[in-house]
T-cell receptor, first 119, second 116 residues
Framework: AQTVTQSQPEMSVQEAETVTLSCTYD???????LFWYKQPPSRQMILVIR??????QNATENRFSVNFQKAAKSFSLKISDSQLGDAAMYFC????????????????FGTGTLLAVQP | GAVVSQHPSWVICKSGTSVKIECRSL??????MFWYRQFPKQSLMLMAT?????????EQGVEKDKFLINHASLTLSTLTVTSAHPEDSSFYIC????????????FGQGTRLTVV
């Protein structure tokens, strides 16, 4: 069974600084996707960034980038130039790549990291 | 991106009554939808997978007679909490996968259920 681990329950960063959130996962699959989701106080889940396992290049989305280490099964999120609006709960998530339908394509979430941004 | 609408956003009900939560994919067809439960400051716990035209698949420990799921069309799944009790109070979120090959899950805005 696949698992996702986030070892940092809480993190804090100064506005305009950079912070890295950690995530490790375990799977025996070779084809999968990894995601970072943001959940602000509104509790709406927002996709921050995604990574296809077959791609060696790390994904980037504006101030957000990942460090994907497939052999180490590590998938960290770096937030540059942190803004007050980045304060939220961040979830790392895994999904099987092969499409079998139904529950086989469910998202598996980590326990989350609560990020505080200090002005 | 695709939109998933969840309704209601919040509901208060009396113990012993049933509550229905709807999850609609507004601009795409969703053969599979997922229902999650989330406690404060905790992660999303998958309750069940809703499959269009067939029975839902429940995760271990989730009572299927307590949490009834119906996925009657490609754009609508419903979760009914039957005979609700205060311990059922929680935040419920649905998500839908896009068409085959689409890797992104789209989330509803969630429903805050309070049972009094």
């Amino acid at each position: 069974a696949q698992t996702v681990t986030q070892s940092q329950p809480e993190m804090s960063v100064q506005e305009a600084e950079t912070v890295t959130l950690s995530c490790t996962y375990d799977t025996s699959e070779s084809d999968y996707y990894l995601f970072w989701y943001k959940q602000p106080p509104s509790r709406q889940m927002i996709l921050v960034i995604r990574q296809e396992a077959y791609k060696q290049q790390n994904a980037t989305e504006n101030r957000f980038s990942v460090n994907f280490q497939k052999a180490a099964k590590s998938f960290s999120l770096k937030i540059s130039d942190s803004q007050l609006g980045d304060a939220a709960m961040y979830f790392c998530a895994y999904r099987n790549g092969r499409y079998y339908g139904g529950a086989t394509n469910k998202l598996i979430f980590g326990t989350g990291t609560l990020l505080a941004v200090q002005p | 991106g695709a939109v998933v609408s969840q309704h209601p956003s919040w509901v208060i009900c009396k113990s012993g009554t049933s509550v229905k939560i709807e999850c609609r994919s507004l601009d795409f067809q969703a053969t599979t939808m997922f229902w999650y439960r989330q406690f404060p400051k905790q992660s999303l716990m998958l309750m069940a997978t809703s499959n269009e035209g067939s029975k839902a698949t429940y995760e271990q420990g989730v009572e299927k007679d307590k949490f009834l799921i119906n996925h009657a069309s490609l754009t609508l799944s419903t979760l009914t909490v039957t005979s609700a009790h205060p311990e059922d109070s929680s935040f419920y979120i649905c998500s839908a996968n896009g068409l085959r090959g689409n890797t992104e899950a789209f989330f509803g805005q969630g429903t805050r259920l309070t049972v009094v």
